[in-house]
């Protein structure tokens, strides 16, 4: 599967954006979906990730509360709605499928920029 994400964008710090994350191919609802962000000088960390139903969500303690993520199977699209961002969101953030677990996702999307100005 080919995974292209956007969305990204420069916002005030307590603004909101949203993300998308179009996949190719027809497996796209056999695949966990998520979302990882890598900060300048910092490794890439994982962000939320969804299951193949979009029934349940997982989310790093630094965004759990602000971001949501969803799919949407019919369309082959995943989504995370960023609100209340803060200086410290500001990395390039990576769609991210997986079969297994998320310690080393099958495909990775380009990445889109996000970036906060306090």
């Known amino acids: 599967v080919q995974l292209q994400a956007s969305g990204g964008g420069l916002v005030q710090a307590g603004g909101s954006l949203r993300l998308s994350c179009v996949a190719s191919g027809r497996t796209f609802s056999t695949y966990f979906m998520g979302w990882f962000r890598q900060a300048p000088g910092k490794e890439r960390e994982f962000v939320a990730s969804i299951n193949l139903s979009g029934s349940s969500t997982y989310y790093a303690d630094s965004v759990k509360g602000r971001f949501t993520i969803s799919r949407d199977n019919a369309k082959k699209m995943l989504y995370l709605q960023m609100n209340s961002l803060k200086p410290e969101d500001t990395a390039v953030y990576y769609c991210?499928?997986?079969?297994?677990?998320?310690?080393?996702?099958?495909?990775w999307g380009q990445g889109t920029q996000v970036t906060v100005s306090s």
């Open positions: 991210a499928a997986t079969v297994g677990g998320w310690a080393s996702p099958d495909y």
